[in-house]
Every structure is written in structure tokens, then in C-alpha cells.
Nanobody, 118 residues
């Protein structure tokens, strides 16, 4: 299983970035896909998720600014981030999650760094 996140970089406050995550080695359409982030000195936290059925959920701190989407044909998940603030600076991780046979399966990508600074 491989999750390859990309799209991070340096952006000014108020700017936008689009993160991408390419998945392989899993039945992509059967997995819920999530973006997490980890800021320096902080714990990893959930940012947004999209279920295998396409339902989206967002943490309050990104609602109205971030949009998660997926393309099952291409096995890709995206995170469009608008209105970025310095507080959004973190390493962003792609996660694939599936519950099967009473077990949770979680797979992680390597992360992509987002730095919001003027």
C-alpha cells in the first residue's frame, strides 16, 4: 500500500494550495480517505474526511476554507485549501481507512509540508 501526498509548499497568508494524494495497493473506492496534519510540537489532528460513499466532514477550524474531494477512477484524494493562515502550517498526511471484519485498517502517506508565512 502506498499513499503519495504532494502539493505542499510555502504560501502567503490568505493564499491557496491544493494537496493531492495518490493511492495504490488498496481498493481505493472501498476506503474512507482523510487528511490529517501535524504542526510542530503538536499532535496529529484530523482535518477533513470523505467516505467511500462521498460524504464529507470537516473539522471546525477548516470549515468554509478547505474542500476535500476524491476521484475513484484515478485513485486520488484532494484537499483544496483556501484562506490559509499561519496556524495552518503543518505537515499534511493522507490516510486511508477501512473497517472490515471488525478490524480497523489504516494506511498513511509520508506527508507534505505546508508553510504559511509572509
Amino acid at each position: 500500500v502506498q499513499l503519495q501526498a504532494s502539493g505542499g509548499g510555502l504560501v502567503q497568508p490568505g493564499g491557496s494550495l491544493r494537496l493531492s494524494c495518490a493511492a495504490s495497493g488498496i481498493i481505493f473506492s472501498s476506503n474512507d480517505m482523510r487528511w490529517y496534519r501535524q504542526a510542530p510540537g503538536k499532535q496529529r489532528e484530523l482535518v477533513a474526511g470523505i467516505t467511500s460513499g462521498g460524504s464529507r466532514n470537516y473539522e471546525d477550524f477548516v470549515k468554509g476554507r478547505f474542500t476535500i474531494s476524491r476521484d475513484n477512477t484515478q485513485k486520488m484524494v484532494y484537499l483544496q485549501m483556501n484562506g490559509l493562515t499561519p496556524e495552518d502550517t503543518a505537515v499534511y498526511y493522507c490516510n486511508a481507512h477501512k473497517y472490515s471484519n471488525r478490524r480497523n485498517f489504516d494506511y498513511w502517506g509520508q506527508g507534505t509540508l505546508v508553510t504559511v508565512s509572509s
